[in-house]
């Protein structure tokens, strides 16, 4: 059974540091894309973060490029997610996603909070 596990969320100042992991199990994880999606209360989900499955590659959304980093190891099965300089805005639940042709998979998310 397919497995995605984040962890690294928290409560954190604005300006602070988090660093987010997703351990992925009983999958190929090099053959796999992988995500960082975010949902907000009452707001959509949204692709923050995406890296293709030799790390080749990375994309952001707008609102976090420059501030954020994504990065895997596949040695490991986990990919992770660099967010600095966090503002009161990046506060959601924050979700791994891995995606090969028509297999998608999710994790059951990570909550992140940037309040003082």
């Known amino acids: 059974q397919v497995q995605l596990v984040e962890s690294g969320g928290g409560l954190v100042q604005p300006g602070g540091s988090l660093r987010l992991s997703c351990a992925a199990s009983a999958l190929t994880f090099r053959w796999y894309a992988m995500n960082w999606y975010r949902q907000a209360p009452g707001k959509e989900r949204e692709l923050v973060a995406a890296?293709?499955?030799?790390?080749?590659?990375?994309n952001y959304a707008d609102s976090v490029k420059g501030r954020f980093t994504i990065s895997r190891d596949n040695a490991k099965n986990t990919v992770y997610l660099q967010m600095n300089s966090l503002k009161p805005e990046d506060t959601a639940m924050y979700y791994c996603n891995a995606r090969f042709q028509e297999y998608d998979y999710w994790g059951q998310g990570t909550q992140v909070t940037v309040s003082s």
């Open positions: 890296i293709t499955r030799a790390g080749g590659s990375t």
